[in-house]
């Protein structure tokens, strides 16, 4: 059965000009020369097409967060690290986008998990004068890029809410250029920045709110180095509740007299798919596409990795944590957690779904660096519809001295709880009735006790869990700015 199909569809002109007609290369040669089209030569060499019909805030912030040349400090494909639509789950499940689209708010969240500095406007919080300066401003510069959420039909395009970054400016004839995601519709365009306002100053419909701008630049520190969260499973929001309301209620109403009964307390209620929140971040390769040996830059991030590992493990609240597992008799078993990381690995190197993969085996085996130093390989063999493909995952780890001799540490469940500990807000614990207690417990999860590098990645952690609990609360579209440690 035939099925109806488009190829692109014709610009509306007037009110848009074609980026690449005669008046368009003529606005652009204008702007050029007036210096608004500084930010362009970066959007543009990183320009990409949503790849599904409702990614276009996802391809936008995609264009915008590689234009900042931010290190996502996680793999996409081989051994390259890059922000692709597929990685920006942080704030909204990819199959929910894919289905529904995406809101400004949830864009903005995103933009904020992935790192980047935000400043973001709807049109009721801003006027047509500010959004012009603010316009000039990123326009003038390589360092600061403008994504923009409008109403199609405002120029007689086809469609509805729509997201896109602004690539330059004429200030001469009051134009911006919008770089379109949607390729396969419509070309880059130049707009009268009036009738973009116009657009913008419209109900989302899905929201209730209007749309706006956001300005978008490096930020003061990159992402996380080993830990993140996500919200890939839908499951996020009950672990989210739990740490924003049982375990404040727990430490109080209970009867705690000890920092082991109120780890004991936080552990035994916590979801058991909380380690589907909180993960280490691995670095993945196809065995077959790398050389046997580490290189000098895959050394160094692992180094960083261990680290931060290794900040872990000497907290003091690490060692309670550690003791009570023992207890209890938990066992992370890093092949387990090696195995699914090797299948979630595959399943971003070909695209496909993690539940068409699984893990026939998995070897852990130390490969030398560039300066002969040595690092921990896990190789797993990964199947699907058959075939078999080897998956390189690289391990960091630690070592201590035990009666046998020194002894490997690898990430596991231990020092993932204690990240998450860490990351909680101090006035989750306020309620401790104890005040000798209270106050030994905000010691070990004091942040001027913790060095540097760990420092970082804690308020990473912080800063992504005040997002969430804003998408969990539903409130990511009244609070658009960045959230405070």
């Excluded at 400090?73 to 081989?78: A, M, N, P, S, T």
């Excluded at 390259?80 to 986008?97: A, G, N, Q």
């Excluded at 864009?107 to 959004?131: M, P, Y």
């Excluded at 929140?277 to 046997?292: G, K, L, P, S």
Aim: some cysteine; glycine content about 6%; proline content about 5%.
């Amino acid at each position: 059965m035939a099925m109806a199909s488009l190829y692109r569809r014709s610009l509306p002109s007037p009110p848009a000009i074609d980026f690449s007609s005669a008046e368009g290369k003529l606005i652009f040669n204008e702007a050029l020369q007036k210096g608004t089209m500084e930010g362009f030569f970066r959007l543009i060499s990183y320009f990409q097409t949503q790849s599904e019909p409702a990614y276009c805030g996802l391809a936008s912030l995609s264009v915008v967060l590689n234009a900042l040349s931010i290190d996502p400090g996680r793999k996409w494909k081989g051994p390259w690290r890059w922000f692709d639509e597929s990685m920006l789950d942080c704030c909204e499940p990819l199959e929910v986008v894919k289905e529904k689209g995406i809101s400004f708010g949830k864009v903005v969240c995103l933009a904020h998990c992935s790192g980047a500095k935000v400043e973001a406007f709807r049109t009721s919080q801003s006027s047509i004068e500010d959004f012009r300066k603010f316009v000039v401003k990123c326009t003038s510069s390589e360092n600061c890029h403008m994504i923009s959420t409008y109403h199609r039909g405002v120029f007689k395009q086809t469609g509805t809410g729509h997201f896109s970054p602004i690539g330059g400016y004429n200030a001469e004839r009051d134009m911006a250029l919008i770089l379109d995601v949607a390729r396969f519709k419509y070309p880059p365009h130049w707009v009268p920045l009036k009738l973009l306002w116009e657009a913008m100053d419209s109900i989302d419909q899905s929201t209730g709110k209007r749309r706006g701008f956001m300005l978008i630049s490096r930020p003061h520190r990159e992402p996380g180095l080993l830990y993140t969260l996500s919200c890939k499973d839908e499951s996020w929001i009950d672990i989210a509740k739990y740490l924003k309301e049982d375990v404040p209620r727990l430490v109080s109403s209970q009867h705690v007299d000890s920092v082991d009964k109120i780890i004991s307390v936080v552990f035994k209620s916590l979801p058991s798919n909380f380690n589907q929140f909180i993960r280490w971040v691995a670095e993945i390769r196809i065995t077959e596409d790398t050389n046997q040996n580490l290189s000098a830059e895959e050394k160094s991030r692992l180094k960083l990795k261990q680290l931060v590992l290794k900040e872990v493990h000497e907290t003091e609240l690490f060692k309670h944590i550690n003791k009570f597992l023992s207890s209890v008799g938990y066992e992370d078993s890093m092949t387990y957690a090696a195995a699914k990381a090797c299948c979630q690995g595959a399943e971003i190197l070909s695209g496909s779904p993690s539940k068409e993969f699984c893990c026939r085996e998995t070897c852990v085996k130390c490969i030398k660096g560039p300066d002969d130093s040595e690092g921990t390989v896990v190789t797993g063999v990964v199947v699907r519809d058959g075939s078999e493909q080897k998956v390189d995952l690289l391990v960091p780890s630690t070592q201590t001295e035990c009666e046998c001799g020194p002894e490997a540490n690898y990430p596991a469940g231990n020092d993932v709880f204690t990240a998450l500990l860490l990351a909680l807000p101090p006035q989750t614990w306020s309620g401790i009735k104890d005040q000798a207690l209270m106050h030994e417990m905000k010691q070990l999860i004091s942040m001027a006790s913790l060095p540097t590098l760990l420092q970082e990645e804690v308020l990473h952690l912080r800063r992504q869990l005040q997002l969430l609990k804003r998408c969990q609360e539903n409130k990511e579209e009244e609070d658009l700015a960045a959230p405070a440690y």
